[in-house]
């Protein structure tokens, strides 16, 4: 790229950063150190401003980069990650927002502990969520790399590691002194961005087809080379049964993912009620829903101005298409407005990522200090040393994400997301159903229902073709590949669902009806609630 990409993109960058920071500069003069301000921002903020920050939470790099790269290169196959990821919301909406808003008071471990020996059942869940927190933290280090060694000559390496480190420093930054009122702030930021940098471009995309969908649709699949099976389902998931195990496996994650996912989870406690909450939910689906639409033509976009072979070429996990079309439809590279229009992109992208960051960085570090740190001690901490344990527990949890980012910089990020949901979909999300909905539920059942579904899906990963046994593993020099799909979901979504019955029809403990029918009142009432 031209010194003027790179002048104009990094001026942008710094704007954006000089915001952010100068927004948790501000709240963190007016925090106040409570607990609830920390990881709640004090529960003050309304639906639409919830909405936007869900929003915000939600349309990570992996939406923006990986998903329509992944369309660009696989057309039809590609858009399943824009339809599972959008039809999630409907098991959020239904099922959790209004309950979990009800029932718990900062995480997913507080909704189960309501009714069960609270220690063995805090340590379980704080470890799932700070696990599939840093599965997630990962594919969001992995977009920032692709796309600052784009901006810089598209082969840096050391401009890729200096980039996740860089992020990772802000992400603690924006954590450790601003909580959960700045991180708020800047997803809705980032939101706003996000969604009219999509627009301008989507715009121009059918601008460039006369607004002629169809011929939009033709133009990509003849230059895909694949030809109309590039409209059609099967070229990535249709080679045999192994492709079409995965492919169902990758949908049941996305949808089921969503709804045990902390860092959204976390969301619903900004907001003073559960019919807030609720709203809350109608918003951000209206947002995403909105955003995810235009991701499909983005991709399809990118295949037929820039096509597959330059994407790939740019980058093989397609991340970098949605800044190549940018450049292409503002006049191309070495015209002003396509140097503008690139720059405009990328860094929109950046903000993305910084701002989804932020979010899973808190949810985590909550996770840390509020269920694990306060069940290990003897005695109940504190609510200011508890923050003060978060606030470490964000660098500690900054460090991971960096060091695993830096290892996977080489896959794409919409699919290290779809693991990340997978374990969420494994491990919280039969744990919070069967709290919610099952009288019987025991603590045992708790514990082994977060296990059996955590256990497994990091397992089948590290055995899988992801990590091993190809060329695009993360070690393709070794080979200790036993499961054949590279998503778990299939397998560890019903593990997490029948360890948790095993555990609880296998335990001698009787389930406490009091607290279930209080625990039922409360979900359904709001009465004593939070």
Known sequence: MTGDHQTLALLLFSAFVAVTLGITTWVSRHRHGSAEEFYAGGRLFSPMENGFAIAGDYMSAASFLGISGLIALFGYDGML??????????????????????????TLADVVAARMSERPVRIAAGTSSVTVSVLYLVAQMVGAGSLVALLLGGTSEAAQSWTVIGVGALMVIY??????????????????????GTVVLTVLVLLRFHGDFDQLLLTAAERSGHGQSFLAPGLRYGGDWTARFDFISLGLALVLGTAGLPHILSRFYTVPTARAARRS??????????????????GFGAAAIVGPE???????????????????????????GGTVLFAIVAAVAFATILAVVAGITLASSASVAHDLY??????????????????TAAVG???????????????????????????????????LL?????????????????????????????????????????????????FPLQNPGLVSIPLGFVAGWLGTVTSAEVADEAKHAETEVRSLTGAGAV
């Open 281 to 298: 939910v109608v918003w951000s689906i209206g947002l995403i829903g909105g955003f995810y639409l235009m991701t499909i033509v983005l």
């Open 81 to 106: 990650y824009s339809v599972g990821f959008l039809v999630a919301w409907l098991v959020v909406l239904f099922l959790v927002a209004e309950l979990v808003r009800n029932c718990g008071r900062f």
């Open 434 to 482: 069967y709290s919610l909905f099952w009288r019987g539920f025991t603590t045992r059942g708790a514990v082994w229902s977060v296990y059996g579904g955590l256990i497994p899906a990091l397992a089948l990963v590290m055995l899988s073709p992801v990590v091993s046994g190809s060329p695009e593993s993360l070690f393709p020099g070794v080979d200790f590949q036993y």
């Open 374 to 391: 306060a069940s290990l001690r003897r005695r109940r901490a504190k609510p200011r040393s508890e923050v003060a344990v978060a606030r």
């Open 397 to 431: 949890i900054g460090v991971i994400a960096i060091a695993l980012g830096l290892l996977a910089r080489d896959l794409n990020v919409a699919f290290l997301v779809g693991l990340a949901f997978a374990v969420a979909a494994s491990a919280n999300l039969p744990v």
């Open 310 to 336: 330059a994407v790939r070429g740019s980058n093989a996990a397609g991340n970098t298409a949605v800044p190549l079309l940018a450049l292409d439809l503002g006049g191309g590279a070495d015209s002003t």
């Open 175 to 196: 954590v450790s002194l601003g909580g959960m009122r700045a991180t708020t702030w800047i997803q809705i930021v980032k939101a706003v961005l996000l969604l009219g």
